[in-house]
């Protein structure tokens, strides 16, 4: 029905940078919030980033300053830029997005199926 697509995780050296995408497709009629998530061995998943409809941002305290939240609505995307990485930063990332399915329909919380991001020291 909906499907999230993550794309550009991978191994990087502490310092380094990356870009994850997120592309949202199939019965997509709009999308509202959407956001990355992160899920390291043995802890919870958590929040990372996350961008409203309108624009508004919100940001762990972990990666603020580091990394930057984008999105274009018109194309159901989610971007991720991460700069700066750091050992602690490795996880598995996830994108999450708000997704209206048809005219009157409630919108509903879709996920992809993650991106390895590792950073080694």
């Keep these: 029905q909906v ?3 993550e794309s550009g995780g991978g191994l990087v050296q502490a310092g ?3 870009r994850l995408s997120c592309a949202a ?3 997509v009629l709009s999308t509202g919030s959407m956001g990355w998530y992160r899920q ?5 998943r958590a929040l990372v980033a996350n961008v409203t409809g309108g624009g508004t ?3 762990a305290d972990s990666v603020k ?3 930057t939240i984008s999105r274009d609505s018109a194309k159901n995307t989610v971007s991720l830029q991460m700069n700066t990485l750091e050992p602690e930063d490795t996880a598995v990332y996830y994108c999450k997005a708000e997704v209206q399915t048809a005219w009157g329909r409630r919108s509903s919380n879709f996920w992809g199926r ?3 991001v590792t950073v080694s020291s």
């Design 3 to 5: 499907q999230l697509v």
């Design 16 to 18: 380094g940078s990356l």
């Design 114 to 116: 993650g991106t390895q």
């Design 57 to 59: 941002t919100a940001y």
């Design 40 to 44: 390291a061995p043995g802890k919870q």
């Design 65 to 67: 300053g580091r990394f």
């Design 25 to 27: 497709s199939g019965r």
